[in-house]
């Protein structure tokens, strides 16, 4: 059976961490040194195997220059000793220049250890560069181009309804995997999900799926996802000093394809860039839900934030989503650490 791995996910920021920190050790103690190890660079010359490819992704550790990395997702997976993961991010170097990374990795478990069998890292190119040709990125765009015959298919399978999305993300979750450790930080990261589960039970919603130390969560009220959102930032604030986190989330409300308990499509990728967009602590909810829950009580909103999100054109507005105390409206976010 296959899981989703907040273990596996910590490894995962624990090792790209390792990069933008230059700790050439991390790194090569996260890395198998099977002859079968194979290290994929986004360079064309760059397909290792064996001791070559573990000798060498640790220099280009020390080497890369000084830069920032920022996760913008990231999934992982296991079944029995297989995992695998991958992460969308962005790495902002000194030099002033930015880059976007895919970087995908299969770990195989040894002595009790993830290690990665696999690294393939990749710097995205639209398709029109490759192809000369648009290609559909979303089933949305499928549904564009395809034939009608095909279409029918499609839209068979795929049945869209209007849905209100909960998006959240923990904070700087690298950072608490390397002080709490792998297994220390996995087993907060399964209590805070679990903790999700019982937030939308309670509400009316459900889990979608977790994905790396995030997660998506589905309802048919906007009342009632912005009343799980104020929950679960509750819930975050009485956790234990000594292993405290912090949480983004984002609401919106829209039409979504759905199939076997999953959604797709523009409206859960603009959910997730709100949440992405929100600080630790945060609350941010699309002008849609902002105007299905204005007259909640116990519920009020900051001034409008204009948010350009990735790959959905044009200025889309966010509300920050306060809880109501008495006749001010306080933020809701947990203490400081």
């Given at each position: 059976m296959v899981n989703t791995s907040s273990e596996l996910a910590a490894v995962m920021r624990r090792l790209i961490s390792a990069?933008?920190?230059?700790?050439?050790?991390?790194a090569k103690s996260l890395i198998s040194q099977r002859d079968e190890t194979l290290i994929i660079g986004s360079d064309a010359k760059e397909w290792l195997y064996g001791v070559e490819g573990y000798e060498v992704?640790?220099?280009?550790?020390?080497?890369?220059?000084?830069?920032?990395?920022?996760?913008?997702?990231?999934?992982?997976?296991?079944?029995?000793?297989?995992?695998?993961a991958a992460a969308?991010?962005?790495?902002?170097?000194?030099?002033?220049?930015s880059t976007e990374f895919r970087v995908t990795a299969v770990f195989v478990l040894e002595e009790g250890v993830w290690r990665v069998a696999q690294w393939h890292a990749s710097v995205p190119v639209a398709s029109i560069e490759i192809s000369g040709a648009e290609l559909p990125m979303?089933?949305?765009?499928?549904?564009?181009?395809?034939?009608?015959?095909?279409?029918v298919e499609l839209e068979a399978r795929f049945k869209t309804s209007t849905v209100t999305l909960l998006f959240s993300d923990i904070e700087d979750?690298?950072?608490?995997?390397t002080e709490l450790g792998d297994a220390v930080w996995g087993d907060v990261v399964r209590r805070h999900f679990a903790e999700l589960q019982r937030v939308a039970n309670a509400q009316g919603g459900f889990v979608v799926k977790t994905m790396g130390d995030g997660a998506m969560l589905a309802f048919e009220s906007a009342r009632d996802a912005a009343r799980s959102a104020v929950a679960i930032q509750r819930s975050v604030a009485r956790q234990k000093a000594a292993k405290p986190f912090r949480v983004r989330v984002g609401v919106h409300t829209g039409d979504a394809m759905h199939a076997d308990g999953d959604y797709f499509g523009q409206m859960v990728d603009k959910t997730a860039r709100i949440a992405a967009s929100a600080e630790g602590g945060q609350v941010l909810v699309s002008d849609v839900v902002r105007g299905l829950v204005d007259d909640t009580p116990g519920l009020d909103?900051?001034?409008?934030?204009?948010?350009?999100?990735?790959?959905?054109?044009?200025?889309?507005?966010?509300?920050?989503?306060?809880?109501?105390?008495?006749?001010?409206?306080?933020?809701i976010t947990p203490p400081e650490r």
């Open positions: 990069f933008e920190k230059r700790d050439a050790a991390t992704f640790a220099a280009q550790v020390l080497k890369t220059p000084e830069f920032r990395w920022t996760i913008h997702r990231l999934d992982a997976f296991t079944k029995g000793t297989v995992g695998w969308d991010s962005t790495a902002d170097f000194d030099n002033g220049r979303s089933l949305a765009d499928l549904l564009v181009v395809v034939d009608d015959d095909v279409q979750s690298t950072n608490r995997s909103f900051g001034d409008p934030i204009a948010l350009t999100l990735k790959g959905i054109p044009g200025t889309q507005t966010a509300y920050p989503l306060v809880e109501a105390t008495g006749s001010a409206a306080a933020p």
